[in-house]
T-cell receptor, first 115, second 110 residues
Framework: DTGVSQDPRHKITKRGQNVTFRCDPI?????LYWYRQTLGQGPEFLTY????????KSRLLSDRFSAERPKGSFSTLEIQRTEQGDSAMYLC?????????????FGQGTRLTVV | LAKTTQPISMDSYEGQEVNITCSHN???????ITWYQQFPSQGPRFIIQ???TKVTNEVASLFIPADRKSSTLSLPRVSLSDTAVYYC???????????FGTGTQLKVEL
């Protein structure tokens, strides 16, 4: 296991369709994060899990977005009824522990284009 | 929110030392200061993290004054491959969400 893996790397979808992204964190990491990044901006926090529990969700995560992490391993992020404004890079990160200073490792992201 | 202020862009030449300063006036006692690097179409990559004084690793140094209201990332002898966006963050690191600003776009030329 060499790092955080995200699938797919690219996704083009028509407006109104549903999409699902997968993230496989580093195996021993108990925390998993989702971020969204648009062009020219830094990543924006969406949500995070500690093991299988979703502990925090950003107000950016509208009702059309849902994230799961069954069994505390991989995670999925689903966007329902996609809109053009959902076009962005979706990044997943993982870390071990909850103490201060824990390093977060990011995947290469899934680039979503809604047409 | 962990709001930081850093320059939008910086230019440098190969072989020079680059210093990027970030201000974080509202840093809390338990917060660490972390810097990430991001290349186009890739996720951010951890560079260095510190709490106070100076930290050095194989790629960079991080200088934090006693009041901890700012920090300076120092990249020695930059190369073209150091062209990237550099983000300064503060918070409890992996323990909570990381709040990114817009970062500093560093451009290194020959």
């Amino acid at each position: 296991d060499t790092g955080v893996s995200q699938d797919p790397r690219h996704k083009i979808t028509k407006r109104g369709q549903n999409v699902t992204f997968r993230c496989d964190p580093i195996s021993e990491h108990n925390r998993l994060y989702w971020y969204r990044q648009t062009l020219g901006q830094g990543p924006e926090f969406l949500t995070y899990f500690q093991n299988e529990a979703q502990l925090e969700k950003s107000r950016l995560l509208s009702d059309r977005f849902s994230a799961e992490r069954p069994k505390g391993s991989f995670s999925t992020l689903e966007i329902q009824r996609t809109e053009q404004g959902d076009s962005a890079m979706y990044l997943c990160a993982s870390s071990q522990g909850s103490g201060a200073g824990a390093e977060a490792f990011f995947g290469q992201g899934t680039r979503l284009t809604v047409v | 929110l962990a709001k930081t202020t850093q320059p939008i862009s910086m230019d440098s030449y190969e072989g020079q030392e680059v210093n990027i300063t970030c201000s974080h006036n509202n840093i809390a006692t338990n917060d660490y200061i972390t810097w990430y690097q991001q290349f186009p179409s890739q996720g951010p990559r951890f560079i260095i993290q510190g709490y106070k004084t100076k930290v050095t690793n194989e790629v960079a140094s991080l200088f934090i004054p006693a009041d901890r209201k700012s920090s300076t990332l120092s990249l020695p002898r930059v190369s073209l491959s150091d062209t990237a966006v550099y983000y300064c963050l503060w918070g409890t690191g992996g323990g909570n969400k990381l709040t990114f600003g817009t970062g500093t776009q560093l451009k290194v030329e020959l």
